[in-house]
Structures are given as structure tokens and as C-alpha cells.
T-cell receptor, first 117, second 110 residues
Framework: EADIYQTPRYLVIGTGKKITLECSQT?????MYWYQQDPGMELHLIHY???????EKGDLSSESTVSRIRTEHFPLTLESARPSHTSQYLC????????????????FGAGSRLTVL | AQSVTQLGSHVSVSEGALVLLRCNYS??????LFWYVQYPNQGLQLLLK??????LVKGINGFEAEFKKSETSFHLTKPSAHMSDAAEYFC????????FGQGTRLTINP
């Protein structure tokens, strides 16, 4: 059973529409992430958060925005969608495996596949 | 900066044959290394990880990987492929933020 939920799984919309991709996790993780995935390409980090009211931009520039008002919720918003935003968006959360090692193990949602016409 | 290169975007093996997926990394600090698997229409699932200690790491579904610092490699292997292993596999490096490779699609021939 998934502990991190993304909705919608699939979305087809027209150019100029505002969309919000929802991501919720029930594991109590402080750290959450949004990755963008295109076919045959590596995952690109576009946003991350290390806790409530903390958000940062990732390595790949994105016109989307995020918010983190509650620990379990990390929605991603596009104010005006364009065809270039067509992609799969993956949400993840993580916990640190041990205080010494410091390695984050990510748990991913099933993804939201966005198509902008 | 850290980076990952996965050699071969597509690997095809016969059922029962050895699976070898190659991953080379670049890191200026001792790396944390991961392999994730993605089945169709699903998110990524952790296969195994290397943080410290033993360089041969065993994961789920019979997969294992060996960290070789001298070769900056973290190749993924499985002695005998099963049809259910068909998926996309991603190598990743990092601690707070992960950097992923471009993925290798594994196809299993009956």
C-alpha cells in the first residue's frame, strides 16, 4: 500500500489553464521533493522542502511553484500551463537512514502525467 | 558536483541469464549510491543502497551491487533474470538531494 499519494494520475488540459498537482504522505517525513521525468531522460529535481514553510528551487529551472503549509502536503502549481510543461511529475519524501550516515532514502509516489495541448 | 552515467539506455537479456546494468558516478565526497526500479505507470522503488561499510550490497528481488571506488562504479547485477524484472532502472548518487542517471530499460526475452 502506497504511503505517498499523487493526484491526479493523468491530466490533459489546454494551454493557459492553472493546474495544481497534489502530493500527500502519511509517513511524517520532513523532507519532500518534486522531480520532473521525461522519457529516456534522467529525473530532474525541480523543488524540495525540508519542513513546513521551507521550500527551495531544485537544479532544473521550472515555472511551477510549491507550498508546504502542512508536513504531509506538498502541492505543485502551474499558473498558466504551456505545451512545454508536458511531462511526468514525481513527488517523493525521505527520511535519513541513521544519524551518522546521513543518506536520504526516497519514497516515491506513482506520478502525475501532465499533457498540455 | 555529483553526477551519474548509466551505460546503455536499453539492455535485453534472456530469461535465466545474468543481468548487468552499469553505473559510473562522479563525486567530490564519499558517495551515497542507490539503485531504484520503476515499473510501468508506477513511481520509483528502492532496490538497494550503499552508504558505508561492506562494498557488496544486497537488495530486493535478488539484485546486488558492488561499490568500486577505484573504478567509480556501482554496477547492478542479478544472476538469473526473471520476466518480472522487466522495468526501468535508475542509478542515483547523493545525500540530501539525489542526482539520477538517465535510466536503463531492461527487457527480458522468453
Amino acid at each position: 500500500e502506497a504511503d505517498i499519494y499523487q493526484t491526479p494520475r493523468y491530466l490533459v488540459i489546454g494551454t493557459g489553464k492553472k493546474i495544481t498537482l497534489e502530493c500527500s504522505q502519511t509517513m511524517g517525513h520532513d523532507k519532500m521533493y518534486w522531480y520532473q521525468q521525461d522519457p529516456g531522460m534522467e529525473l530532474h529535481l525541480i523543488h524540495y522542502s525540508y519542513g513546513v514553510n521551507s521550500t527551495e528551487k531544485g537544479d532544473l529551472s521550472s515555472e511551477s511553484t510549491v507550498s508546504r503549509i502542512r508536513t504531509e502536503h506538498f502541492p505543485l502549481t502551474l499558473e498558466s500551463a504551456r505545451p512545454s510543461h508536458t511531462s511526468q511529475y514525481l513527488c517523493a519524501s525521505s527520511e535519513v537512514t541513521g544519524r551518522i550516515s546521513g543518506a536520504n532514502v526516497l519514497t516515491f509516489g506513482a506520478g502525475s502525467r501532465l499533457t498540455v495541448l | 558536483a555529483q553526477s551519474v552515467t548509466q551505460l546503455g539506455s536499453h539492455v535485453s537479456v534472456s530469461e535465466g541469464a545474468l543481468v548487468l546494468l552499469r553505473c559510473n558516478y562522479s563525486s567530490s565526497v564519499p558517495p551515497y549510491l542507490f539503485w531504484y526500479v520503476q515499473y510501468p505507470n508506477q513511481g520509483l522503488q528502492l532496490l538497494l543502497k550503499y552508504t558505508t561499510g561492506a562494498t557488496l550490497v544486497k537488495g530486493i528481488n535478488g539484485f546486488e551491487a558492488e561499490f568500486k571506488k577505484s573504478e567509480t562504479s556501482f554496477h547492478l547485477t542479478k544472476p538469473s533474470a526473471h520476466m518480472s524484472d522487466a522495468a526501468e532502472y535508475f542509478c542515483a548518487v547523493g545525500a540530501q538531494k539525489l542526482v539520477f542517471g538517465q535510466g536503463t530499460r531492461l527487457t527480458i526475452n522468453p
